[in-house]
């Protein structure tokens, strides 16, 4: 037994590493897991983005399994519903049409094959770019013949708005949800200041189902290390004079009105209600619990027990462990969290100016092997007529003018409506346009103060449109 020992720890933790890397645990470039990260990728790459029209969830469900997706289809699609509810995701990332699910109970959305999703606009800003090399770790998927990316560029956006809460091996994930233009104000203070006090861009949790932060001192300083106090989330809870009765209107994020009403469905039946005589789950799109009470009934002392006894007030742990780097496991602190977001968006646009840059040059290289030709119509024109085959055209006009195979292929490809002189001259137009252009990205690549302007724009638009 003593030699399985060593052998079995071993095994143990590479298994526990695996499942916090793969499943549990959010990276926090993106605050996407892997398995959200392959199901959204799925729907952007196959099109079920908020520019077309709805299809069925089934299909959106089908392809990511085809395709991406790992594990069973009930989970699949129980990520894209609770993606589209308003009162799980601070900021949905998808859209749905039909039963996307309610503050009833969990998981009580429609059936797949009755509901339509697709990405939501926000969602689009999770992709922007990633056709420009912007994302170097991409990754084989359960097929290995198509890939999909290590993390998302998430120009603009960052997905910690929306939170997230995770359990492993050994290890537990929960953040809690943001106001989208606070961070995003946050996150452009900081590019500028990366040394600012932390009160600065300190931005206090802000719930999808709203209610009250009642120690807000106390989360400030677990925001801070990352990890410590929870956030006690009341209620919002007004008494009506007339029907002697509370109206709850907010509830804490994560409780649902059944698991509240089970509870008082106890204190009324119970020996020690405190005088509730009925109460009545009127929730829809938003929560509406009335719970009235008996006449001689306290109205303090009945909200205290409720307070202390239901879920009315409830916690949400904060411990801000997440992937660095995709990777490795930490305790990420705030202004950790958002400066490795605002490294990420560096290196994402560095990357796609960069693709532009080779894009342009690429271009200005056909550019001046048309421009040449012009310049050499006639001869041109001769050298092609007498050649034997296209290959040998392209041949002869290389030697003649010290071309290479890509500027002669486009001279031989060149329609005759480019010879007018105004169809020149818009290939003159086009090479001054893209020298100008390659010279600002140049400047900024060069510049960290215009490239950090850049990334500012990119937030405070985001913020602007979306907070």
């Known amino acids: 037994m003593a030699e399985l020992k060593p052998i079995i720890e071993q095994s143990m933790t590479q298994y526990a590493g695996a499942v916090l890397q793969s499943r549990a645990l959010v990276d926090v470039r993106d605050c996407l897991k892997p398995s959200a990260r392959q199901i959204f990728f799925c729907m952007d790459k196959y099109k079920y983005t908020a520019d077309k029209p709805f299809q069925p969830t089934a299909a959106a469900m089908g392809d990511a399994m085809k395709h991406f997706y790992i594990h069973g289809d009930s989970s699949c699609v129980g990520i894209i519903m609770r993606a589209g509810q308003t009162f799980a995701m601070r900021y949905p990332l998808v859209e749905v049409r039909g039963n996307a699910?309610?503050?009833?109970?969990?998981?009580?959305?429609?059936?797949?094959?009755?509901?339509?999703?697709?990405?939501?606009?926000?969602?689009?800003?999770?992709?922007?770019?990633i056709d420009k090399d912007t994302i170097d770790d991409w990754r084989d998927?359960?097929?290995?013949?198509?890939?999909?990316?290590?993390?998302?560029?998430?120009?603009?956006?960052?997905?910690?708005?929306?939170?997230?809460?995770g359990i492993g091996i050994g290890m537990a994930c929960s953040v809690p949800q943001y106001n989208l233009r606070e961070l995003n104000n946050a996150l452009i203070?900081?590019?500028?200041?990366?040394?600012?006090?932390?009160?600065?861009?300190?931005?206090?949790p802000d719930f999808a189902t709203g209610a009250i932060l009642y120690n807000e001192s106390d989360v400030k300083e677990s925001m801070k290390n990352g990890q410590g106090f929870a956030c006690k989330l009341r209620s919002v809870v007004e008494f009506d004079s007339k029907e002697r009765c509370f109206v709850v209107t907010e509830i804490p994020y994560g409780v649902y009105t059944n698991t509240i009403c089970g509870q008082l469905e106890e204190i009324v039946n119970g020996e020690d209600n405190p005088g509730i005589e009925r109460f009545n789950d009127l929730t829809g799109s938003t929560p509406l619990i009335k719970i009235y009470l008996a006449k001689k009934a306290n109205p303090d002392k009945v909200i205290r027990y409720l307070y202390k006894n239901t879920s009315i007030q409830y916690h949400y742990p904060i411990n801000m462990i997440m992937l660095d780097g995709g990777k490795t496991p930490k305790v990420f602190g705030w202004r950790e969290?958002?400066?490795?977001?605002?490294?990420?968006?560096?290196?994402?646009?560095?990357?796609?100016?960069n693709f532009d840059i080779k894009k342009i040059d690429a271009r200005i290289h056909i550019l001046d092997g048309l421009l040449v030709a012009l310049a050499n119509i006639e001869e041109v024109i001769q050298l092609i007529k007498s050649a034997p085959s296209s290959q040998m055209a392209g041949k002869a006009l290389r030697e003649r003018f010290n071309l290479d195979e890509v500027q002669s292929k486009h001279i031989l490809d060149m329609k005759l409506s480019r010879l007018a002189k105004l169809e020149a001259q818009k290939l003159v137009d086009e090479k001054s346009s893209l020298v100008t252009e390659r010279a600002r990205i140049e400047a900024i690549l060069n510049?960290?103060?215009?490239?950090?302007?850049?990334?500012?724009?990119?937030?405070?638009?985001v913020a602007q449109k979306y907070g």
């Open 189 to 204: 203070h900081l590019i500028d200041n990366p040394d600012c006090d932390f009160n600065e861009i300190y931005c206090a």
């Open 141 to 165: 998927n359960y097929a290995d013949n198509e890939q999909y990316p290590g993390v998302l560029p998430t120009k603009g956006f960052y997905n910690l708005v929306n939170g997230t809460s």
């Open 337 to 353: 969290a958002l400066q490795a977001h605002l490294n990420h968006e560096i290196e994402v646009y560095t990357n796609a100016y």
């Open 101 to 129: 699910g309610t503050l009833l109970s969990s998981g009580n959305w429609a059936a797949e094959r009755y509901t339509k999703a697709r990405l939501s606009k926000l969602a689009a800003y999770l992709f922007n770019d």
């Open 447 to 461: 510049d960290e103060t215009l490239l950090k302007r850049d990334i500012e724009a990119g937030l405070s638009a």
